[in-house]
């Protein structure tokens, strides 16, 4: 039996996270992206798509397109936030679940599909409604029996779209789009494709029918795929590496080379803050801590060395990892003068597949946390801003 493969597609992303936070804005022409003189357009509002404005164009460009459009940095800390919600709210329908990018994913319904026993498009508009409901966020739905074919079946109609394209309506569905809408022909290759008389992705399936070796010239290798994909027999396969990360970091060069503890320690905190909430927020837990110090001694050769420390337990308890972090430090650091500094969670397994080891007053505790971190999270997100801390993180 062929799988149902959804491909969710965030409409406007940044833009409706912007209208999220200042609901003001809905309705206005804005972008967000650079304002400087090589500012990019990174994506724009529905209305200010009715000027002429797309993502990529330089922001002047935009700018005399549209006088009164509003230019807005980007908030991508936010936008990630967003997004993990976004993908989180998913996995109650399906563990298969790829992320592309941040506002898109592919997600693998069958086996939902199969034991709800409800319609496909009542899935489907129930998982549209509440994520509009809940987060506020807007989508657009393509169904497929493959990754392309709901990739191509979410571009049909935006925003807010819901398309299915069943095998036997691909001839009738896709074949009269301009190939520049076919998923992987760039906008450079489209005008050499005209020159051979190809013009719709109809005129691309036959032309490879015909004459496979012309359509290779201009597109590559890549053409073998194209038969396949247009009759639904390309991948199906929804694999969930991206959104599970086997480790998460950050390295940051020091302000100034130095060797004094107490400057690098402070970028250690900052690090350990920062990568501990992420990895949280990511619903992962560690159980190895990775440190690396470069040398600043020499100009070119910067020495790199790397220690690690294994817990002994999968844990996401900041406090504790914390304390081994600074211990791993006190131990490793051998008072050499740095530019750099990296800190790094590995071995992360995801939270809800992982039993951990607890006795039972640790798992009275761990309920009252992870109970209070929740609601401290949603309270955040009403705010826009980190307004709730946890009491043990205002101690420190
Ligand atoms: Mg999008």
């Known amino acids: 039996m062929s799988k149902i493969i959804l491909h969710l597609d965030l409409d406007a992303f940044f833009c409706r996270a912007e209208e999220i936070k200042n609901p003001s804005l809905e309705g206005k022409p804005f972008i967000v992206g650079g304002d400087g003189r090589k500012g990019i357009v990174s994506t724009c509002s529905y209305k200010a798509r009715e000027y002429g404005i ?12 549209c006088k009164n459009i509003l230019i807005l940095p980007g908030d991508y800390h936010y936008y990630s936030l967003l997004s993990k919600e976004f993908i989180n709210y998913l996995k109650r329908y399906s563990k298969k679940i790829q992320q592309m990018s941040i506002d898109e994913c592919f997600l693998d319904l069958t086996e939902y599909y199969e034991k709800s026993g409800k319609k496909i498009t009542e899935i489907l508009k129930k998982i549209q409604n509440e994520l509009f ?16 074919i709901a990739k191509m079946a ?3 109609k935006k925003p807010m779209g819901i398309t299915i394209i069943r095998n036997r309506d691909i001839p009738k569905m896709l074949f009269p789009l301009p190939v520049k809408s076919f998923f992987g022909i760039g906008k ?22 015909n004459d496979l070796n012309e359509v290779n010239d201009v597109v590559g290798k890549f053409s073998a795929d194209i038969i396949n994909e247009l009759e639904g027999k390309s991948s199906d396969e929804v694999s969930t590496e991206f959104i599970e990360p086997k480790s998460i970091g950050m390295s940051r060069t020091l302000d100034y080379d130095t060797n004094n ?9 900052f690090q350990i803050d920062n990568v501990v909430d992420s990895m949280i927020e990511q619903q992962m837990l560690t159980k190895t801590i990775y440190l690396v110090y470069k040398d600043a001694a020499c100009d070119n050769d910067f020495k790199e060395k790397s220690f690690s420390h294994s817990l002994n337990n999968y844990t996401d308890n900041k406090e504790l990892i914390r304390k081994e972090t600074i211990s791993l430090f006190n131990k490793t650091y051998d008072g050499k003068v740095i530019r750099l500094i990296g800190f790094t969670l590995k071995n992360l397994k995801e939270k809800e597949n992982t039993v951990v ?9 761990h309920e009252e946390n992870s109970k209070s971190f929740i609601i401290m999270n949603e309270l955040n997100r009403v705010y826009n801003k980190p307004i709730f801390k946890k009491l043990s993180d205002l101690e420190k």
């Open 54 to 65: 797309h993502s990529g164009m330089p922001t002047f460009q935009a700018k005399m397109l």
């Open 133 to 148: 409901e809940k987060y506020k966020l807007k989508v657009s739905i393509g169904v497929g029996t493959t990754k392309f």
């Open 154 to 156: 979410s571009d049909y």
């Open 188 to 209: 450079k290759t489209v005008p050499k494709l005209n020159q051979l008389g190809i013009y719709t992705i109809g005129d691309l399936y036959n032309h490879c029918l």
């Open 261 to 269: 503890r107490e400057v690098i320690l402070e970028m250690l905190e």
């Open 357 to 365: 080891q607890m006795t039972f007053e640790d798992f009275a505790k």
